[in-house]
């Protein structure tokens, strides 16, 4: 019996939930509700739309409120709270709550690392274990009357609707930042009624003039992590790789480095991170501190600010990610002279620094955001065990506020 038990008292998942067994037709399904293991997102993220549909007839089908797990490889802990209706592949596990249990309240259950340490410990097979059915149906889960179930489910979920909220913003500022880069580095809106001159780039503002990323940015690649593992008591600090880049945020599987480590590789919160080999990638780190593995670049520059830089390196991806499918080998990757091959536009200082009066409130929001997504899941994952295992209860954060 895991620790959730109050005084002896649990309930096995099976009493408290079952597999949906329903079935929905090809013709029903598209991209927008279609589930599968590819377009679940690792670390509780919940779903994206799919890229293709099944080609069998029928597949398994989900209802709002239903509980969907993916079964393949449970550590990457895939796990989403249906709000429609629709279809999964057969590696997604649709948990329907009976009247015992609170369907929000079994998400939560379901979405504590517990779980999914359960999960993995009980899986079969070894290159890509996928959970025991049979074992997954004997997990403890609390048992705990359905008004608390409900009270505790209402208090999580205003965390995660926060978490939302600010994923929906960000969003948002990001399409205006395209929009806004779009009219003044593209279309020079601005400059309409001003004078152009002749560039490689063609016809251009007067006073710009054309660079390369080595121009505007100094892109460090990162250290080969496993020479400097934490040393004596060292506790040590995650090592960011691609797989922590992609799902933003360390986590109990990731690598550990010395922290000792030069500082030029350790990562802050808001550094700008370029995964140049396998799935490339850009992006803001808000992940918190850690060390910069080989296959990264951290971007920087000591003359133009992150947004520049940023911006600049982002609009260039989907060539460079054309350049490394292109690569005859397992793990397709650019190479610095693709980055000095890559033209961008400096402004005069007088239009830089407005743009950047545009463009930099906007990506420091996004920052924030994320940083602040990150403290409030971690806040939501402390308070789930402490409120189900009754150390904490409702009325102790309602007395506290």
């Not at 490889?73 to 209706?85: C, M, S, T």
């Not at 205003?158 to 990001?174: H, P, Q, S, Y």
């Not at 460079?320 to 402004?347: C, N, Q, W, Y």
Request: charged share 25%.
């Amino acid at each position: 019996m895991n620790a959730w038990g109050r005084l002896g008292l649990s309930y096995k998942l099976r009493d408290v939930c079952s597999y949906a067994k329903d079935r929905i037709g090809l013709s029903d399904l598209t991209l927008n509700n279609y589930i599968s293991t590819e377009n679940m997102l690792t670390e509780k993220a919940g779903v994206t739309v799919a890229s293709g549909l099944p080609t069998t007839s029928q597949t398994s089908k989900y209802q709002c409120s239903d509980v969907l797990i993916s079964n393949i490889r449970p550590y990457f802990k895939k796990i989403w709270y249906a709000n429609k209706v629709g279809g999964c592949s057969n590696d997604v596990l649709v948990m329907r709550a009976n009247e015992k249990y609170n369907s929000l309240f079994l998400y939560y259950v379901l979405s504590n690392d517990e779980f999914f340490n359960y999960a993995t410990a009980t899986a079969k097979g070894t290159k890509m274990p996928r959970g025991d059915k049979t074992a997954i149906m004997d997990y403890d889960v609390p048992n705990i009357p359905l008004e608390e179930q409900r009270q505790i489910a209402r208090i999580l979920s205003c965390l995660d609707d926060k978490v939302e909220l600010n994923n929906k913003i960000n969003d948002c500022l990001e399409q205006m930042a395209q929009a806004i880069f779009k009219s003044w580095f593209v279309d020079f809106e601005p400059f309409q009624d001003g004078e152009f001159e002749d560039s490689e780039l063609g016809l251009i503002p007067k006073g710009w003039h054309v660079g390369n990323l080595f121009d505007i940015a100094q892109y460090l690649n990162g250290l080969a992590m496993q020479k400097f593992r934490p040393i004596d008591i060292e506790k040590g600090i995650p090592v960011l790789k691609i797989k922590e880049l992609r799902q933003g945020s360390c986590d109990c599987s990731s690598d550990l480095c010395s922290e000792k480590i030069k500082s030029e590789y350790i990562i802050n919160d808001g550094d700008v991170i370029f995964s140049w080999s396998g799935s490339l990638l850009v992006d803001f780190w808000c992940g918190g501190i850690c060390g910069l593995n080989q296959h990264l670049f951290k971007v920087t520059s000591d003359t133009y600010n992150k947004w520049f830089y940023y911006i600049w390196t982002n609009y260039h991806l989907q060539k460079f990610t054309a350049i490394a499918a292109d690569k005859a080998t397992t793990m397709g990757h650019i190479k610095r002279e693709d980055l000095a091959s890559s033209l961008v536009l400096i402004p005069d200082i007088e239009s830089y620094k407005k743009i950047g009066r545009l463009l930099e409130p906007i990506y420091e929001q996004i920052i924030s955001n994320r940083i602040e997504n990150r403290k409030l899941a971690d806040v939501r994952d402390n308070l789930l065990p402490k409120l189900m295992s009754g150390k904490l209860s409702v009325s102790d954060l309602e007395a506290a506020k």
